[in-house]
């Protein structure tokens, strides 16, 4: 399984690319593998101002629909929207054309909240 060293990642299964104050968010490597074939992702275009926790939409994959869930406090600046005709990118590639969404940070504070790479590998068991 590939766990990028420049990514943060979140108990939630996120993993999180920071630029500047612009964070990138996808699913890691181990959960795409874990819901396996991913036939369907949703994220809600209404949504503006997102906060820690809150729902942004859904990944179908072929046995359970599973939630992205916000790990941070921020404003959705882009949604990933070739994911509505190739979700399956979330499987091939997740941290590549699997992205799902960018926000911009509101406080840059919450960053430090986030996993490194080797804490996420304990969570994970690997």
């Known amino acids: 399984m590939n766990f990028p060293e420049n990514l943060k990642y979140s108990d939630d299964h996120e993993w999180i690319l920071i630029e500047g104050n612009v964070a990138t968010i996808g699913i890691t490597d ?11 992702v949703d ?3 209404d ?7 809150e729902t942004l939409g859904t990944i179908e994959a ?3 629909v599973s939630d992205i869930l916000v790990p941070f406090n ?4 882009e949604i990933n929207k070739a994911l509505a005709d ?3 990118d979330v499987n091939t590639d997740p941290y590549g ?21 080797e804490t996420y590998k304990i969570l994970i068991g690997q």
Request: proline share 6%.
């Open 30 to 40: 181990y959960a795409q593998s874990e819901l396996g074939d991913i036939v369907f």
């Open 43 to 45: 994220i809600n275009p």
């Open 47 to 53: 949504l503006a101002d997102v906060h820690a926790g």
């Open 62 to 64: 072929v046995k359970t």
């Open 74 to 77: 921020g404003k959705i600046i």
């Open 86 to 88: 190739a979700p399956e």
């Open 97 to 117: 054309k699997g992205w799902m969404i960018k926000i911009e940070i509101s406080d840059p504070s919450e960053i430090e909240k986030l996993l490194d790479v």
